[in-house]
């Protein structure tokens, strides 16, 4: 399969490694990073890269007639809490971003389309238990109106134009390569760093929130997976629910003591708690793993296994470069 894809938002917490893992799959060459600052560097210069405001037409064309690019990976965005304290600036970047993307694909300039939506798509009117695909969604956050409204947006192209963009609702997305920013669920990323330095780590939210998570390896493996789909096996046009794990803070924390063991938790919860209290618990995603096979490698145990080994791995690294 040849594709030349471009990513607007690599420098991002999943773009920099959906960016990495595309590249190993399609080569360097046929992978176009991008974001409105330079970073470079974070792709060891191997590959194209190229600035660009996703809310600019032209500089997205541009750059998409330039590499006669066919898939685009929309990844920039504001995100929950960061979207609570500019909500114009974040409903006009996440709006204005998907709208020129999805554009450029009705008028043919790329074939497909990767757009993320999110479990802020829900609200605090919808069941927080093994929550369906399609359910009640009413989001109390500009963030969660954005990603709402774009999966709408979503849909009506493809039922409309024949657009062919996919999409996943993540749940918190956990990494150690890449920090979030921005996020309620950033502090299960955060926990990992201070643990490895400090062993004491104070969260901002209350002890006994449950979210639902997914370590980034699955979360690049899924939004791979649904980017080759057959196009007839996509049967939902708005966004896919997406599950791997659920766990409260002090869970996390537990599972971090069988290797940390002096690791310490302490809470001071913040606006964030009220938005994490918006927010489904557990998911239900039978329709990704029937339509598409979506199946999870990661759970909390693996997981936090895995990103101490590799924290603790450049730690020491770190430490004798001294
Ligand atoms: C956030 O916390 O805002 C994001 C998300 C769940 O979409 N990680």
Redesign the pocket.
């Known amino acids: 399969m040849n594709q030349t894809i471009l990513i607007l938002g690599a420098g991002g917490q999943i773009g920099n490694e959906l960016t990495l893992k595309l590249r190993s799959i399609y080569g360097s060459k046929n992978v176009i990073a991008s974001d409105i600052k330079s970073c470079e560097r974070l792709f060891n210069s191997e590959g194209p890269f190229e600035i660009i405001d996703a809310t600019s037409r032209d500089a997205v064309l541009k750059v998409i007639q330039k590499y006669q690019v066919t898939q685009v990976y929309l990844l920039a965005a504001m995100?929950?809490?960061t979207?609570e304290k500019f909500p114009q600036k974040a409903w006009y970047l996440n709006m204005t971003s998907l709208l020129v993307v999805l554009d450029l694909a009705k008028e043919k300039y790329i074939k497909q389309v990767f757009w993320?939506s999110?479990?802020?798509a829900f609200g605090p009117t919808t069941p927080k238990h093994n929550t369906p695909q399609k359910t009640m969604m009413e989001p109390s956050t500009v963030?969660g109106m954005s990603?709402r409204s774009g999966e709408f947006w979503c849909q009506y192209y493809h039922e409309k134009y024949g657009v062919d963009v996919r999409s996943l609702r993540?749940?918190?997305?956990i990494s150690w390569k890449t920090k979030?920013g921005?996020?309620?669920?950033?502090y299960a990323v955060d926990i990992f760093f201070h643990a490895i330095k400090t062993q004491s780590y104070e969260c901002f939210l209350k002890p006994s929130t449950r979210?639902p998570m997914m370590y980034m390896n699955d979360a690049v493996d899924a939004t791979i997976k649904i980017m080759q789909a057959n196009v007839k096996d996509i049967q939902i046009r708005t966004s896919y629910n997406i599950s791997a794990m659920d766990f409260t803070p002090e869970e996390l924390a537990k599972e971090i003591r069988k290797h940390i063991p002096k690791f310490t938790m302490s809470y001071h919860p913040d606006f964030r708690q009220a938005?994490a209290d918006s927010?489904p618990q557990t998911i239900n995603d039978s329709y990704a793993r029937r339509d598409w096979n979506w199946n999870q490698r990661y759970d909390l145990s693996l997981m936090t296994k895995d990103i101490i080994k590799n924290l603790q791995a450049q730690k020491n690294l770190e430490f004798n470069a001294l």
């Open positions: 995100l929950s809490a979207g993320p999110s479990i802020a963030y990603k993540y749940p918190g997305v979030p921005g996020g309620t669920t950033d979210l938005i927010w």
